[in-house]
């Protein structure tokens, strides 16, 4: 093969694009090609990832859901990237925060329910697995394990195999930053630079993996940087807005659809809730530091957005907390009523059957 | 039928599944341009390009993981871990993902991955060319472990496990590939996963035995042969699954059982099947079940005095077989 000249990278900051948050909303959704219908979709999904999650929280202290993990606070960046894709044909390789980018995907609540509660007909692994292990074979939602970083280096050969098969697809994975401290991250970003693969790794930083702050696990402000290494664009976004998210997404996926190679992004998200049912952030973070995080919750960012730009009215809004409302609580009967999974299936799906 | 090697039968099972199937693919490191280490690739880069048989970067976990994903997305990989001894960084993507993506799914994926990789000692590899790394993987459920001893069952085993449904690891004798010589049947010759052979019958010991060390047994078996010792060699091939029929079958026969592994005893895959005879066959025995392995320290020497003392033999495994049958 020759070799490939140097190609001229940077780091894309959404601060300093063409879509800035704060300046012309309604220039900037025009921009972007998104209707009132897609931004109010978008807004719905987030709405109920948002209600699911807590609902799951609820489920875990009232005793019924033996773990939880969240996605609180992620929901604008997963919401925002899916936009981005084309939900059947486009594969995702999430990670255990990514509830709101499944549901947007084309999981749905009952399915998210019957993985909390561990019933027989979760389709992510039907109760085998902890809640938010996501998989959805009609989605193309990949099964993941709780071990971090793993599902990186399969999301290479996914896009590997879509490259040499000839096939439109893009691949995109996602992680949280702790887990870009792993050598499998490396080895999948550095593979994929290799041979400039259609794949998207969204890293979802949240500042912390567990307690472990930020500036423990790496040297620099943002991960995106890391792309210069790999041949690749690097996107720098806020991950509590979706349209950012959007944007570099749609960028992203364009380059890989061109046989540009992939992209690296850093969406700068904020853990709302304490990493796991099993953890109390009060413990590492301090109550101001928690305050502030509270400030940038995704969902009223959004909510302000839409208002401001008058897409949503108070009404609208009720409306959608009240559908929302109906279709967890929904969700959640027809998994109490679910059958549990057989002890006699034990020993299924070790192998091939049949 | 022709004679060839145990590696020629590795390179026309390769070559035979690619010609027959487009989505077999081949990934590892040096198995293009230069064909491997042992030359088990070489040529096929050249028939079916860069793209089909990669040359990849230096790290294992990468290597499984994305012939895990290509899986994924329709492709069927062939990896090779250029030493078995350099499988380590890779253990997390085969244990934890390849092994449990159907048991986790609940069917919903699968793994249908190959993982060919060169094992075992006698070459002056020393403690890192050395290694038998079996017992590992055959200890987790999910994985096949495949390890053939006759370049006809190199061909024929390799085509199952490209064809099987799940994950296999095939583990090759690196002193085997070109010391061992044999018949191997043109054509698309399959040999299922999971059956052992019977490599001599024989009344007085079953011998039990995988890979180079099947070889050994059935040298040291002629040895005993002319001392009367009349012992029954079996071949593996398999360790999971396990063929427990032919080994309890050969054992209620003879009542005396040795196994023979390269791999330090404590833990080795002879414990299992120590085990398994123990408590299936116990009211048939007439000695204590033996095994003859590698000694408890880390790895094998490079020196060859310390190599020798390491690796068993087929004077070694003869003694063995004396014991057992004047127990």
């Known amino acids: 093969m020759a070799p490939q000249p140097l190609r001229e990278n940077r780091v894309e900051m959404s601060e300093e694009g063409m879509a800035s948050a704060s300046t012309a909303p309604r220039a900037r959704r025009l921009a972007l090609g998104l209707g009132p219908e897609r931004l109010l979709t978008m807004y719905r999904q987030m709405l109920l990832a948002r209600a699911l999650d807590q609902r799951a929280w609820a489920l875990n202290r009232q005793g019924e859901a033996p773990f939880v993990i969240s996605g609180q606070g992620h929901e604008g960046a997963q919401v925002g990237a899916a936009a981005a894709l084309r939900p059947g044909v486009d594969w995702v390789v999430p990670y255990y925060r990514d509830l709101a980018l499944c549901l947007a995907m084309g999981m749905t609540a009952r399915e998210f329910m019957l993985s909390v509660l561990a019933r027989a007909d979760d389709p992510s692994s039907g109760g085998r697995q902890m809640p938010s292990h996501f998989s959805l074979r009609r989605a193309r939602i990949v099964t993941i394990s709780s071990t971090v970083a793993t599902q990186v280096v399969h999301a290479a050969g996914i896009a590997y195999a879509s490259q040499l098969r000839g096939l439109d697809e893009v691949t995109i994975t996602t992680l949280g930053e702790g887990s870009t401290s792993s050598g499998d991250w490396h080895e999948a970003l550095n593979f994929a630079g290799v041979h400039r693969l259609p794949l998207i790794c969204l890293v979802e930083d949240n500042s912390y993996a567990i307690s472990v702050p930020r500036r423990l696990q790496m040297p620099i402000a943002s991960v995106a940087e890391r792309a210069h290494g790999y041949d690749m664009v690097g996107a720098d976004v806020d991950g509590s807005d979706p349209l950012a998210v959007y944007e570099a997404v749609s960028q992203a996926v364009q380059r890989a659809r061109a046989g540009e190679g992939p992209t690296l992004i850093r969406a700068r998200c904020t853990r709302l809730t304490s990493h796991s049912s099993d953890d109390d952030q009060r413990r590492y973070r301090p109550a101001e530091e928690l305050e502030e995080a509270r400030c940038s919750d995704p969902i009223d960012r959004f909510r302000a957005y839409l208002r401001e730009e008058g897409l949503l009215t108070e009404e609208a809004e009720g409306q959608l907390q009240r559908e929302c409302g109906e279709e967890v609580e929904a969700a959640v009967e027809a998994a109490r009523a679910a059958p549990l999974p057989d002890p006699g299936d034990l020993e299924r799906h070790v192998y091939a059957e049949g | ?327």
């Open chain 2, 1 to 327: 039928m022709a004679v060839k090697s145990l590696i020629e039968g590795i390179r026309e099972a390769l070559v035979e599944e690619m010609e027959r199937d487009p989505r077999v693919w081949v990934l590892g490191e040096d198995v293009g341009r230069k064909g491997g280490v042992f030359l088990a690739t070489d040529g096929l880069q050249a028939r079916y390009g860069e793209a089909r048989v990669l040359d990849t970067p230096l790290a294992e976990s990468c290597i499984v993981g994305v012939a895990i994903g290509s899986a994924l997305n329709g492709l069927i990989p062939v990896a090779e871990i250029q030493f078995a001894d350099f499988i380590h960084p890779a253990f997390d993507q085969i244990v934890s993902e390849a092994a449990r993506i159907r048991y986790r799914s609940n069917g919903a994926w699968s793994c249908p991955i190959v993982i060919r990789a060169p094992f075992g000692g006698g070459v002056h590899g020393g403690l890192y060319h050395s290694q038998s790394v079996e017992a590992f993987y055959a200890h987790v459920p999910g994985l096949k472990v495949v390890i053939p001893s006759t370049p006809a069952d190199a061909k024929g085993l390799l085509k199952a496990a490209i064809r099987d449904p799940d994950p296999v690891l095939f583990f090759e004798h690196k002193k085997a590939y070109r010391s061992i010589r044999g018949e191997v049947p043109a054509g698309d010759h399959v040999v299922p996963i999971g059956a052992a052979a019977v490599r001599r019958p024989g009344t007085r010991l079953t011998c039990i035995a995988w890979g180079l060390m099947t070889h050994y047994c059935l040298e040291a078996a002629e040895t005993v042969a002319a001392e009367g010792i009349d012992a029954e060699v079996i071949d593996l091939r398999t360790l999971r699954p396990l063929d427990r029929g032919t080994i309890l079958a050969s054992v209620r026969k003879t009542a005396r059982a040795l196994i023979v592994h390269e791999d330090n005893l404590t833990g080795g895959f002879g414990a299992e099947v120590a085990a398994i005879i123990a408590s299936e066959a116990f009211e048939h025995l007439d000695a204590p079940v033996t095994r003859l392995a590698g000694p408890d320290v880390p790895a094998m020497p490079f020196n060859r005095p310390q190599e020798e003392a390491f690796m068993p033999s087929p004077e070694k495994i003869a003694a063995a077989m004396r014991r057992l049958a004047a127990y």
